[in-house]
């Protein structure tokens, strides 16, 4: 379905439907203003219902609810990077600071999560331009390597959805870059404020004859609101391309070079105490990213077209994490090394071919689209890790006093095989039936260059079925044009997650690993597979009133997460831990009124056990019962977001977001107080200034609201006290900027 947001559209809007910056002066405007509806853009049509995105299935005939975004959507709303614009804005979507660091979040759609921290239990998978971007050691995602100003348009896509492939347990999002043709021109934007932000966003696109050209890049530096938290953030982005009536051919280049510094939850004790409080620091992450995408499609017929790429994608992390000792319960039980410093190296490289065919064929007359495809995407990995002792100083800063020593060097290597095949097929203009099955074989090799205790070959194999329908009652029923868009949908799928390499080499109770890893030889765990149903409605009055309602239920059979060792506050084991549930349902409306724009929407999403279990928590063994929620998911949440045309050229805007408690990480068994419920307020506002510069502002946390995002159950080693920590949110802040176009 589309997104509860509505795109805005200046009086200047291009015959393309591509959203011009500027007006030609404030008097040409205020003379448009009464012929153009200064808010509309046109619709998408059309959903990219596998990762090469090429089908061009109509809206209406996708048996799901689905949300849709263009980067206008992105760009009006003043977002300040991917995950603000997600927290704010998506129905369903969940952010957390994990980190307290902008571009280090934990994303979770549906009680589902997709995160850079190695030891979080991933379940969405992640797509740029048609490549699966988890990386394959872990299957993390690094959100500072995706370029979010080159991206032309995303799909979030529900459900375990079998022609996303491994890893697309509760969702798929699927991102697609822009190029020369679909964004001409010139734009910069510049803009700076609060925690000593500056950024610095530059793009050109163009194109002579068949030939088009995109060029991007972007400069980001941030101190951070909290102590050790500078981040300088150094990304860009090419395309080349070629384009005729029937082939599309696409070369495009990534490129990013980042040092991320981030700073884990604080002890409730402390946290009460100052907001800026930390509990150890520094931890550092360095990625570096060469990523080469060809993408093509070709049209051989009116009904049968061709799309592929390949790929090479090489990212290199380096990883400095500082723990407290494991060998006593507090600094004063241990004065002479009471703490350590982690370093890990990682090398990974991923490389792939997938192809898909497309007929559109009618059969007996009737609408048919059917799609089948296949690929191979390989990865390798090279990890390596050390560790020294150190002390920790007045700051809580862990000082390292001795050389590090190795620990861990290990190989992976991962072959995913993949073949797919899709139909749609429509027996009416108001009846459309849909089934699809995906084939998955994920091969697992792991080689120890120090020893041969992580030696070792697993492979994993499934087939996956889908079906739904839509149907449009209303047209069926022979209502007028302006009252059939209403869609009621339904579907059935299933989905797959093979053990990553870090899972599989860290999966034994009695020799638990820390993370980042340092790895013994493990039993192996069982793939996780889910199965979810889906059913809703959607449809529109007229352009005042959007809506959408829909429910969904989710079971994971086999479910991997990360279990600390008892008493212990960095080591613990992966573990297939039974079933898990997330089930519930979100409701999106929204609309235009004269000069305003506007959109509410709720999420209630229900995660529990369904197998009872033993888990254990850095407090100790946690005896988890049918039907406890599982945490750091809260069950309900709401998001209210307007923007209002005060004057021809200046908008105003503004969002609330509503989260409810949930449980901390490691209080499985829900016997601790949880984390509190929260509401947060935004504003931002634009300003055209002249036909090619607008000036802009924002401001995050206008009430400077005191909350937290989650909690973990942790041992207080300055103490040696039990207790729980938590991820404190941003304060106030805000930013100003201003944005110059050139067509």
Known sequence: MLSPIRQFEDPMKAPQGMLL?????????????????????????????????????????????????????????????????MRREMPGVTVNDAQNNPYQPDISYHGYLASPLMGTPIGLSVYQDGVRVNEAFGDTVNWDLIPQFAIANLDLIPGSNPLFGLNTLGGALSLRTKSGFSHPGSRAQLYGGSFGRKAFEAEHGGSKGKFDWYLAGNLFED?????????????AFGKLGWEDADTDLDFSFTFADNQLNGIGPVPDSFYSRSRRALFTAKDNTENTLYFFNLKGSHHFSEHWSLSGNTYYR??????????????????????????????????????????????????????????????????????????????IDARQVVVGTSPFLPGTDVKGENDYFNAFLT??????????????????????????????????????????????????????????????????????????????????????????????????????????????????????LDERLRWSLGLFHARNENDILFINSSGSNQTGYFQNVGVTQRQGGELGLGGQ?????????????????????????????????????????????????????????????????????????????????????????????????????????????????????????NNNFFTGQPERFVGPGAPIGGWAGIRLRFD
């Open 423 to 540: 139909d749609t097929f429509s027996p009416m203009r108001w009846l459309h039936l849909n089934g699809s099955f995906g084939w998955n074989r994920a091969e697992v090799r792991l080689l120890d260059r120090i020893g041969t205790d992580l030696n070792g070959s697993h492979s994993f194999e499934r087939f996956n079925p889908s079906a739904g329908f839509t149907l449009e009652p209303l047209k069926a029923l022979g209502f007028p044009t302006p009252l059939q868009d209403l869609t009621v949908y339904a579907n059935y799928n299933e989905g797959f997650r093979a053990p990553s390499p870090v899972e599989l080499a860290c999966a034994d109770r009695d020799a638990p690993c820390s993370l980042p890893n340092s790895f013994v030889a493990d039993p192996p765990l069982q793939p996780v597979v889910s199965k979810t149903f889906e059913a809703g409605l959607r449809g529109k």
């Open 593 to 713: 009124w004269q000069k305003l724009n506007w959109s509410l929407s709720y999420s209630f999403v229900d995660a529990t056990y369904r197998t009872p279990v033993i888990l254990n928590s850095a407090l100790g063994p946690v005896p988890v019962r049918r039907g406890d929620r599982m945490p750091g998911i809260p069950q309900q949440t709401v998001k209210l977001g307007a923007e209002y045309q005060i004057l021809p050229g200046w908008f105003l805007g503004g969002d609330l977001l509503y989260a409810s408690s949930q449980y901390a990480r490691g209080d499985d068994s829900n016997r601790h107080a949880p984390v509190e419920e929260y509401v947060v307020v935004n504003l931002n506002t634009r300003y055209q200034i002249t036909p090619n510069a607008e000036v802009f502002a924002m401001a995050r946390n206008v009430f400077d609201a005191r909350y937290e995002t989650f909690g973990v159950m």
């Open 314 to 391: 090489a990212n290199t992390q380096t990883s400095l994490n500082s723990n407290t000792s494991e060998d006593c319960d507090s600094l004063a039980d241990c004065p002479s090394a009471p703490a350590s410093n982690v370093r890990g190296h990682s090398v990974q490289d991923g490389s792939g071919v997938n192809l898909q065919l497309t007929s559109t064929h009618p059969i007996l007359e009737r609408d048919n689209q059917v799609t089948v495809g296949g690929g191979f995407n390989g990865g390798h990995t090279h990890f390596t890790q050390s560790e020294q002792q150190a002390f």
């Open 223 to 235: 101190d951070g609101w909290r102590p050790y938290t500078h981040s300088a953030v150094h990304q």
């Open 21 to 85: 910056l500027s007006l030609i002066s404030l008097a040409q405007a205020e003379e448009k203003a009464s012929a153009v509806n200064p808010f509309e853009l046109p619709e998408v049509e059309v959903v990219g219902v596998t990762p090469l995105g090429d089908t061009g299935l109509p809206r209406e005939k996708v048996s799901s609810n689905v949300q849709s975004v263009e980067d206008e959507d992105m760009q009006r709303h003043e977002s300040l990077n991917f995950a603000d614009y």
